[in-house]
């Protein structure tokens, strides 16, 4: 996909999967469920409490973007240094999410050809992420503020497509999107290490369609 195919269908499919501590084979598995439920963007996020998984985070979106090729965007999080662009661009990463505004992490980004989501929260934060080459910005923690400061951005920056990241889940998806969000950044109420752990596949699956019906997209 080129940058407008994929811009496209991350305002087609809101949903973005954020997910961390599952590699491998485990996040394959994952991902064949958050697909067959509807989701079209999966970030794995690297750890900083260590770095040795970095490798494991490459390798994972190295197996995703082989394997999801064309069919969904498979992308790194938590990006905080043009290595990881570099690194997560060589292993087949279709975005870069980070939780702060790194211009340099942009620019690299945008050089590569990748979607570009910093993190920002306030107006000048989001206007310089914007203005340096972000195509998404990602407003975080945006569940700990609630909708009222997200439609309270909006209201000046409505030309910047905004993302809301940050204790997002079914509770408050659908307040979230009535309020602008361009996407939603999904972590722990769409992963479910505890269904995906214990085997409850079709558990998952149907948390999964649940949220995704919540954000008005399916299969």
């Known amino acids: 996909m080129d940058r407008q195919d994929m811009t496209r269908l991350v305002i087609e499919k809101k949903i973005i999967s954020i997910v961390r501590g599952v590699y491998g084979e485990e996040c394959l598995t994952l991902a064949d469920v958050l697909y067959e439920a509807g989701v079209r963007l999966i970030e794995v996020a690297y750890d900083h409490t260590d770095a040795q998984r970095f490798s494991l ?3 994972t979106i190295r197996l995703l973007s082989r394997t999801y090729g064309g069919r969904m965007l498979v992308g790194a999080g938590t990006v905080t240094g043009v290595d990881l662009v570099e690194a997560a ?3 087949g990463a279709s975005f870069i999410v980070s939780p ?3 211009v340099d992490v942009i620019r690299k980004t945008r050089e590569l050809q990748m979607l570009s989501m910093p993190g920002a929260l306030t ?8 203005d340096s080459g972000g195509d998404f910005i990602k407003v975080f923690p945006a569940g700990a503020l609630g909708t009222a400061y997200f439609s309270a951005l909006r209201a000046p920056l ?5 993302l809301a990241v940050g204790n997002i889940g079914p509770e408050n998806a659908a307040d979230f999107l009535k309020a602008g ?3 939603l950044g999904i972590g722990s109420s769409l ?5 995906l752990q ?7 699956l149907d948390n999964a369609k649940k949220i995704c019906g919540i954000a008005g997209i399916g299969s």
């Open 57 to 59: 985070t490459n390798d």
């Open 89 to 91: 661009h060589d292993a």
């Open 100 to 102: 702060d505004t790194r």
């Open 123 to 130: 107006p000048t934060e989001i206007g310089l992420a914007y």
């Open 158 to 162: 409505r030309h910047i497509p905004l």
């Open 181 to 183: 969000a361009a996407g």
């Open 191 to 195: 992963e479910r290490k505890d269904l």
């Open 198 to 204: 214990s085997g409850r596949l079709d558990l998952l």
